[in-house]
């Protein structure tokens, strides 16, 4: 009894291990991401932003909503724990900071680089625009995910590299870590992604409330 035992659990054990399909090669990963979000018009989700950095080590977490919308509309709302806005119709940036009544317009949004702003469009072209290689993270692979490091391929690239955690099945976007200049790490957690979701126009637009003052810089 115990033998045939034994050759029962080894049959399903091999029937199991013959069915597993292939993992994807990071070549298929980055097709299937590129085909993904090549359809992709808007993404709406949740945030905890961290920021990190060998000076001030780990700052306070930062919890919103981000609304993107092709070509470069962007909206993301800091709640807690200080409410700021920054919101851009593809033109000109806004930055507001309710508890300072301050207002900031950057009118040539060109002058602000790449970066998160151009995020749909980063994902439909990532074999053209960074170098990219799959990252081993045990905690990605325990909730079935895959970890990609992006490295620019441009020179005027405003950041080092970007890491991207997403979904294996639908490639939905779960973390980012952004590593600038300075080796500074800005994260990005999501939740409740949504693509393709309905978003008026207006949702980027800002008009400053009475009292707030409108500062306009003339330099980066």
């Known amino acids: 009894m115990r033998l045939y035992l034994s050759l029962v659990l080894m049959w399903f054990a091999g029937s199991a291990a013959f069915a597993l399909p292939p993992k994807p090669t990071t070549d298929e990963v980055v097709r299937g991401i590129e085909s993904t979000y090549e359809g992709v018009e808007s993404l709406r989700a949740e945030f905890v932003q961290t920021t990190r950095s060998a000076a001030l080590g780990e700052g306070q977490k930062q919890r919103g909503r981000m609304e993107i919308k092709r070509p470069s509309k962007m ?52 074999d053209e625009q960074f170098t990219v290689q799959e990252i081993e993270d045990p905690e990605a692979k325990r909730v079935n995910n895959v970890v990609l490091e992006l490295t620019p391929k441009t020179e005027n690239a405003n950041f080092k590299s970007l890491r991207l955690e997403l979904t294996r099945k639908k490639y939905l976007l779960r973390r980012l870590v952004l590593v600038d200049a300075f080796d500074t790490e800005t994260e990005l957690a999501f939740t409740q992604v949504r693509l393709n979701m309905a978003m008026d126009d207006s949702v980027f637009e800002f008009q400053p409330p009475e009292g707030v003052e409108v500062i306009k810089p003339t330099g980066f």
């Open 75 to 126: 909206r993301w709302d800091f709640q807690r724990p200080e409410p700021r806005l920054f919101v851009t119709n593809g033109e000109r940036m806004w930055v507001y900071s309710p508890k300072e009544k301050q207002a900031i317009l950057y009118e040539d949004q060109a002058m602000l680089g790449s970066g998160v702003q151009s995020l749909l469009t980063d994902l439909q072209k990532l």
